[in-house]
């Protein structure tokens, strides 16, 4: 039976999104994302930053990283996917959201 993998984010970029390509030349566009929540804190609303790198991959990763900019309300949707890797001898993992929809606002 398969698991459910589904991610929903509304945010704003924290930085430019940047375009690699693989050596194959697929298009990867990635970038952050800064999601507020608010919360009550000494009778004040304050809002709480969250912060999710994300990556959005083929043709439309390519025409859309050019809109995809520091400040700009962005509409995630798409899976979690935990990276692991070994550096300096040290297992390393990080979780980011593999965008399968990108939807500026």
């Known amino acids: ?7 929903v984010l509304v945010g704003r970029l924290t930085r430019d999104s940047e375009l690699k390509y693989t050596p194959s030349g697929l298009p990867i566009c990635r970038f952050s994302i800064a999601v ?27 025409g859309l990283s050019k809109y995809l900019l520091k400040g700009r309300q962005v509409a995630v949707q798409g899976e ?26």
Do not use: C
Request: glycine residues 4%; negative net charge; without cysteine.
């Open 36 to 62: 507020n929540r608010s919360k009550k804190q000494d009778d004040q609303w304050v809002d709480e930053p969250h912060y999710f790198d994300i990556e959005f991959y083929g043709k439309s990763a390519e």
């Open 80 to 105: 979690l996917r935990q990276d692991r890797w070994e550096k300096d001898g040290q297992q390393r993992s990080k979780v980011v959201i593999a965008a399968a929809t990108i939807r500026p606002l």
């Open 1 to 7: 039976m398969s698991d459910i993998n589904v991610v």
